[in-house]
């Protein structure tokens, strides 16, 4: 495949993710970031953000999710006849918006990538498509730009609301959790009397501290996250009460009327064995 690609923001995580996939996919690569400079000697820099994308058939934007709107409306006008505008954001709403206004002479795509820069291969993994403009010209460019991916179609709006649980619940609980393992001055100790869920919570936990504190605040601050986290307070605060309470059997209809709920979509033994395969893999 012959093709030029800018990516903005290559030297973050998943800017230099990409940059290497595209490269091995065979395309030149151009890349552009306001931190450091760039190392990867197949990487030709742009020596601005307009310089970068002038003639390039795609442009991907590796930005974060507060900056992605801004550069768009400064990046489309000045891009070539023809060429791909792609973005990668965790929140689609107000992106998406500014992606409709792109001039007719650009194709805008919006996806949002379900797994991280330390991702070896891309086959079987989800990849997100917004529909902007023209669905099927968009969703026909992605497919050839991740050919052994998984696509899930979805509007920008329920996007939203479901990366409010997908990843702003989990890295609501998960931070919090964070910083209780902070201030245990036995950590050691801890460690050494757990058990098999404590292992796994912790290895998922550690694992979203490598992200940036930036990247995990855009998460958490998705406008959608607020009734799920008020959701979760509500009911951390009512358990708490009616043990401290002895109501031990509104504890257990409340455990039970889970349990009922998500089996009907989920064999939770299958489940079970699958944390203990995790372990054994963990503990080789």
Not at 174 to 196: R, V
Request: aromatic share 6%; proline share 4%; glycine share 6%.
């Amino acid at each position: 495949m012959d093709k030029k690609i800018a990516i903005i923001g290559v030297n973050g995580k998943m800017g230099k993710w990409f940059a290497n996939y595209f490269y091995k996919m065979g395309f030149e690569v151009v890349g552009f970031d306001t931190n450091e400079e760039i190392k990867e000697k197949f990487i030709t820099k742009g020596n601005s953000l307009i310089g970068a994308i002038l003639k390039t058939d795609y442009v991907l934007l590796c930005t974060p999710t507060k900056n992605t709107p801004e550069i768009i409306r400064l990046i489309a006008k000045e891009m070539k006849h023809g060429s791909y505008l792609i973005e990668i954001s965790s929140q689609k709403s107000k992106t998406a918006q500014t992606l409709i206004k792109t001039p007719a002479k650009v194709s805008p795509i919006c996806i949002h990538p379900m797994f991280g820069p330390g991702t070896k291969k891309i086959d079987g993994k989800n990849i997100i498509i917004i529909p902007i403009k023209d669905v099927k010209k968009e969703l026909d460019t992605t497919k050839l730009l991740f050919p052994k991916a998984n696509f899930v179609t979805i509007d920008a709006t329920e996007h939203d609301k479901k990366i409010a649980v997908i990843l702003g619940l989990t890295h609501l609980v998960n931070i919090a959790f964070a910083n209780i393992l902070a201030k245990d001055e036995k950590i050691s100790l801890t460690e050494k009397m757990s058990g098999t869920t404590f292992k796994i919570q912790k290895i998922v936990t550690e694992s979203i501290l490598t992200e940036s504190p930036e990247l995990i605040e855009t998460i958490i601050s998705n406008p959608e996250m607020r009734k799920y986290g008020e959701e979760l307070w509500k009911d951390i605060g009512k358990l708490l009460t009616d043990s401290q309470e002895g109501k031990s059997e509104e504890i257990i209809d409340y455990i039970k009327s889970s349990q009922k709920r998500i089996s009907k979509n989920t064999d939770l033994d299958k489940s079970y064995k699958k944390l203990s395969s995790m372990i054994k893999i963990i503990e080789k």
